[in-house]
């Protein structure tokens, strides 16, 4: 009866294995009692079993988030009373986490570009370069729905195409030295210049329309 879900929630076992938060963090952040700090209620089954909704797992996971900066669990909860105090949801702590987690991501996914574009072009392989560039630049546009995705044929463009369409995007964590490395010395930079003076042209472009209208 441990295992699983019931009537909608998750068990304590599915919290532990779903957010990776041990089962006494779990315990001591719903407790009220001696050694608890109580930072949210779970529902208490017929059976005196406690389930854990949507809404507990966000607390949760928040709490695990906390946990890992180093907080102690009474420092945890003063984080969640210092949010409610300045009227913070848990989905505004939430989004603050995703922001953060975000930006460590896109670090991470720097420096793995510029090691793996490092490794290719140590073994002498250009291609694989073009290939990792290529690769990146496709997390980027998942990530942003505003570059480019494809022409006006249905196909997808080259990375190239994509860096020269989007000012800033060589400029992401470790793009610079991928290109460099695909492309030459200073490629980076002429990539950069470039895409700044399309979107200049574009910009002069549409105020001229503008101003015909």
Known sequence: MDQGTVRGGWRISEVERLLGLGRRDIQ?????????????DPTDTAWGRRTYDG????????????????????????????SRAAGRTVEDML???VARLREQAEEVAGRLLQA????????GDAGAVEGIVARHVRVQEALDPDLPSGDD????????AVLLAAPGLVDGPGMALAVDLWL???????V????????????TIGESDEKKR
């Open 184 to 190: 030459g010395p200073g490629s980076s930079e002429a």
């Open 153 to 160: 044929g249905g196909r997808v463009p080259s990375p190239l």
């Open 95 to 97: 989004a603050v986490q």
């Open 192 to 203: 950069r210049k470039a895409a700044e003076a399309a979107v200049a042209r574009e910009e």
């Open 55 to 82: 809404h507990d797992l966000a607390q949760l996971f928040l709490v695990g988030q906390l946990r890992r900066r180093g907080l102690s669990l009474p420092e945890v909860k003063a984080e969640f009373e210092g």
């Open 28 to 40: 001591r952040a719903c407790y009220g009692g001696r050694g608890g700090v109580a930072i949210l």
């Open 116 to 123: 793996e574009a490092l490794l290719a072009a140590v073994g």
